[in-house]
């Protein structure tokens, strides 16, 4: 160990040796040697640097140094930097009337590098685009070069993607039926309903690849109703309709069409008809009780809807939970638009029950009517008590004191039944909803047979 140490202190001996003898000396030296020269010549050094022409050229060097040191950082800041241009459009050249290209990017990033002054302008400056020329290219798979052009040459630029493979095909043409679709139909006044769409043109003509026109199912002008000014009843008409190919699962087809869009004339209606209001007891009173009236606050209310709707509709129900009812009571309720009806007058309604005392009234001799029979067949009661039958009426005894045989109708509901002889159940309904109707003879035979 001792003898490690002792080859280690020899070894850094030396090393101190070495430092001493060729730089700490000679550096010791060559500063006594400046120090004694300037000992020696201070009163003309003085003098030389008091010199005006001395202090001129001091000040050049100095300047000189200042320069070179700015120009250098100058340089650090011309440094290259890089910038990317996202989404630029990218064009192609080639004879559109002939072929249809696929493949081609709509647009790619392009990543600028140099100075930041010289990209600065580049994004200032117009430019040509990214581009790539088709001429000459026959129909089939092509890899090509996209193309960015831009006027600063001091400027490096790569694009992304820079190669793409590319199909060309040839164009081809077909005449198609035009339909229309109604859009944003919700936001149409309540009150309006369009009651047809008129176009400038029946038919249009699609161009594109033959595949694509294949896929074609339909072409429609999308007429938007948001797109109507201040839509009235009355004639509107509708420039720049948009169209647009689908195929049969409603997709879009992408295929040029020709012309792009259309003008609509857009007929607006608003049919409309003044209907009572029907209220419907629904569930039972107590025992012993019956509806004595059933009054609203509105008795008729005006209702919009298509023209098929309105025609149809003779009554507005409005439907209340009589279950239980023992005494008189109010009823707040909100009105329901049927099917096809897009708006009524009233929104809201009362209904006022009045609750009496239950009675009861026979009404014979009422005759029994057929429904649902096949027009195939005929029917025939089998004696004069399967034809008509008595019918219980139950209610409020004002009510049923008024009521008339005539708003009382008995049937059976022949649905399913074929030739023979049918015991068939007897169903009873009358026009007053606050009544209540029973038939005494649950059943009657008939007998079924062709014609």
């Known amino acids: 160990m001792k003898r490690i140490v002792k080859i280690m202190g020899k070894f850094f001996q030396h090393i101190g040796a070495f430092f001493d003898k060729w730089i700490i000396t000679p550096i010791t030296k060559f500063i006594l040697r400046i120090t004694d020269f300037f000992k020696d010549n201070s009163k003309g050094i003085d003098k030389f640097i008091g010199k005006k022409s001395t202090l001129i050229i001091v000040s050049l060097i100095l300047a000189f140094g200042v320069f070179l040191l700015i120009d250098q950082e100058s340089s650090v800041m011309k440094d290259q930097y890089a910038e990317i241009l996202y989404n630029q459009p990218v064009s192609a050249v080639y004879n559109e009337e002939l072929y249809v290209v696929e493949g081609l990017p709509k ?57 793409v493979t590319v199909t060309i095909y040839p164009k081809v043409s077909e005449t198609r039926s ?9 936001n149409l006044d309540t009150k309006l309903f369009i009651k047809d769409v008129e176009l400038d043109r029946d038919d249009v003509i699609i161009k594109g690849a033959k595949y694509k026109l294949e896929k074609v199912a339909t072409v429609k002008a999308l007429v938007d109703v948001d797109d109507l000014v201040n839509p009235k009843e009355g004639e509107l008409t509708l420039k720049d309709v948009e169209l647009v190919a689908y195929d049969t699962k409603g997709k879009v087809v992408d295929v040029e069409i020709v012309p792009k869009t259309v003008t609509a004339k857009v007929m607006i209606s608003s049919p409309s008809k003044e209907v009572p209001i029907r ?6 009173l107590a025992t012993g009780k019956a509806i004595k009236s059933a009054n609203t606050s509105v008795e008729k209310v005006t209702v919009y809807g298509t023209e098929e709707a309105i025609s149809k509709i003779e009554y507005l129900p409005v439907e209340v939970d009589v279950t239980g009812l023992t005494d008189n ?28 005392n239950s009675t009861s009234k026979e009404l014979a001799d009422i005759s029994i009517a057929t429904e649902n029979l096949d027009s195939k067949y005929k029917v025939q009661a089998l004696s004069e008590t399967d034809s008509r039958v008595i019918v219980v009426v139950r209610g409020s ?10 708003s009382i109708t ?16 007897v169903k009873v309904e009358g026009t007053d909803l606050k009544l209540t109707y029973v038939s005494k003879t649950k059943k009657v035979k008939v007998r079924i047979s062709e014609k």
């Open 178 to 186: 035009l339909t229309y679709d109604i859009l944003h139909s919700d």
């Open 329 to 356: 009571k109010n009823y707040k309720v909100t009105l329901k638009k049927p099917t096809g009806i897009t708006d009524i007058s009233a929104k809201t309604i009362t209904v006022e029950v009045i609750i009496d």
């Open 279 to 284: 209220v419907i007891p629904k569930g039972s």
């Open 410 to 425: 008995a049937y059976i509901d022949l649905k399913g039944y074929g030739v023979g002889e049918h015991e068939v159940p």
């Open 397 to 406: 005894q004002d009510v049923v004191n008024s009521i008339d045989a005539s």
């Open 107 to 163: 647009t790619v990033d392009i990543t600028l590098v140099g100075e930041k002054r010289h990209i600065f302008l580049a994004k200032q400056s117009p430019s040509k685009g990214v581009s790539v020329d088709l001429t000459g290219l026959s129909e089939g798979n092509h890899k090509v070069t996209l193309k960015y052009s831009q006027r600063l040459k001091s400027l490096d630029y790569k694009l992304d993607p820079s190669i």
